[in-house]
Each structure stands twice: as C-alpha cells, then as structure tokens.
Antibody
Framework: EVQLVESGGDLVQPGRSLRLSCAAS????????MHWVRQAPGKGPEWVAG????????GYADSVKGRFTISRDNAKTSLYLLMNSLRPEDTAFYHC???????????????WGQGTLVTVSS | QSVLTQPPSVSGAPGQRVTISCTGS?????????VHWYQQLPGRAPKLLIY???NRPSGVPDRFSASKSGTSASLAITGLQAEDEAHYYC????????????FGGGTKLTVL
C-alpha cells in the first residue's frame, strides 16, 4: 500500500523559513515524480511544486517561485519542501502527492498524504 | 480566481443524476491536456476519482463518469447516494508562462 506521511508543519512568523518532509513507502520511489499541493482552510487545492524522478526537472507555481525549493532524496524515499520568506497567504495544509510518471508535468496526483499544517502569523 | 472554472455548488436527490462542469481555455483543456477529477470528503485529503478524462481508478464505482468537449470537461454522477456528498475538483495542466498544474475552484455537491 502506498503511504505518504508529511511532517514539519508549524506556526511561524512572516518572513521566516520552514522545511517540510514527506516519507514515502509502498512503491518504487525513484520511478515517479512527486509534488507538493497545498490547501488553505475552506479553499480548494493549489499545486505548489513538482519534481521529476531524478531531480533533473522541477516546476513551481508562480505564487512560490523564488521562495520555495522542492527536493528529494531517493535513497531515503523522501520528499522535501524548503519554504523561505513565508507570508500569511502561505497558511495551508501542505500535502505530498505521488505523480503517475517520471516527469513532473501533466500528471495526476494519486495518492495524497493527509497533510501537515503550516500557519504563518505574527 | 482559479484558471479552471467550476460552479460553486450543485445538488440532487438520491437516485438522480448531476453533472459538474469545468471550463478552461486554449492553454489548458483546449490544448489537449488531460483533465482529472478528485473527490474530497470532509476532513480528508482529496482522492482521485477520474484520471485522463474518462478513466476510473479501481474501487471507484461506474456511477462516476467524465467527458470533455473543446475547452471544457464534465463530471457526471448517476444514481446519487448520500455518501457522494463532498467537494469535487477538476485538475489539468496549463502551458502558459512556464507551465503549471492547475485546479478548479471546486464544487460542493449536496445530496438532498
């Protein structure tokens, strides 16, 4: 069974940094692209970033470009999201999601982890 | 404002059929990019319902189906059941700028 477990969410002040992690199991991690998708309370999902199987290609939403960095460690079957210069509008549940091919673009997300909550507030 | 437009809400009685539309543009659905649909129950993460326009993952009942026409896609649910009450989201890829995965704003289905 595929499992994705996120961690690292916290309450942080605007302008600070935070690193999220996602531990993956139940599938051949280094065969698939991985993504971060966030969902603010009461809102729809918003794709944040995607990374291909070998970290050779990455994509970011315009809202986080230049501030967030997605990375992965295939040996540890883990996905990461480094978030810098956090803003109140970054407040959301952050879900790790598995892509369906090796490339990050034009995929669907299945499954999703349960998410970790990031709250940006002073 | 989402790049893909969905009606905020739809409703239907048990046993009825409802449809949820997802309207895009020439840089996403109209460019031939696949459309996928997700169901989100309260307090849960979204779950894949339909992928690549019309395909159902194992375990998804055939009461759920989807189609595409031009720059729009639709999700149809027949034989509505109380357990279908949830939020539904469409998702695709947009080739404008540097490319991005995009979602619709979501539709709340109420089973009357």
């Amino acid at each position: 069974e595929v499992q994705l477990v996120e961690s690292g969410g916290d309450l942080v002040q605007p302008g600070r940094s935070l690193r999220l992690s996602c531990a993956a199991s139940g599938f051949t991690f280094d065969h698939y692209a991985m993504h971060w998708v966030r969902q603010a309370p009461g809102k729809g999902p918003e794709w944040v970033a995607g990374i291909n199987w070998n970290s050779g290609a990455k994509g970011y939403a315009d809202s986080v470009k230049g501030r967030f960095t997605i990375s992965r460690d295939n040996a540890k079957t883990s996905l990461y999201l480094l978030m810098n210069s956090l803003r109140p509008e970054d407040t959301a549940f952050y879900h790790c999601a598995k892509g369906q091919s090796s490339g990050w673009n034009s995929n669907w997300f299945d499954p999703w982890g349960q998410g970790t909550l990031v709250t940006v507030s002073s | 404002q989402s790049v893909l437009t969905q009606p905020p809400s739809v409703s239907g009685a048990p046993g009825q059929r409802v449809t949820i539309s997802c309207t895009g543009s020439s840089s996403n659905i109209g460019a031939g990019h696949d459309v996928h649909w997700y169901q989100q129950l309260p307090g849960r993460a979204p779950k894949l319902l339909i992928y690549a326009y019309t395909n159902r993952p194992s375990g998804v009942p055939d009461r759920f189906s989807a189609s595409k026409s031009g720059t729009s896609a639709s999700l149809a649910i027949t034989g509505l059941q109380a357990e279908d009450e949830a939020h539904y989201y469409c998702q695709s890829f947009d080739t404008s700028l540097s490319g991005s995965m995009i979602f619709g704003g979501g539709t709340k289905l109420t089973v009357l």
